[in-house]
């Protein structure tokens, strides 16, 4: 059974890009608009890694990344910062909040598949 990537980012390019990339290298990709849709899609669904960017509207990536670690069923969920935030403050607090990667855009989508296959859980 394919493992389930989620892919959080306002831009709807971003999203159909990354899940072309992802798609192609065997996984099944859930797409949110902000963290608020995603908290939403995330309850009563199991991911096995989720991709969010920083800067969104309604709740940016690093509140999202806060709130999924409250959450049980995510609490141990790896989670790739992809975005185009790459001051040194911006990736500390990433990963004080649980951030397993911090990717800057652009960015090569072999690179981030990569990321995923070796941060994916079983």
Request: one cysteine or more; a positive charge; charged letters at 20%.
């Amino acid at each position: 059974m394919p493992k389930t990537i989620m892919v959080v980012d306002d831009s709807a390019s971003m999203r159909n890009v990354l899940g072309i990339a992802l798609r192609g290298a065997g996984y099944d990709v859930l797409q949110s608009i902000d963290g608020v849709d995603a908290l939403a899609k995330l309850k009563g669904q199991k991911v096995n890694l989720i991709i969010t960017d920083v800067n969104m509207p309604n709740m940016d990536g690093i509140s999202f990344l806060k709130a999924v670690k409250q959450m049980p069923a995510c609490k141990f969920t790896p989670v790739i910062m992809l975005t185009t935030v790459s001051s040194e403050d911006s990736k500390a607090e990433g990963r004080a909040a649980g951030a397993k990667a911090w990717v800057s855009k652009p960015f090569q989508p072999e690179q981030l598949v990569d990321a995923v296959q070796r941060l994916c859980l079983p």
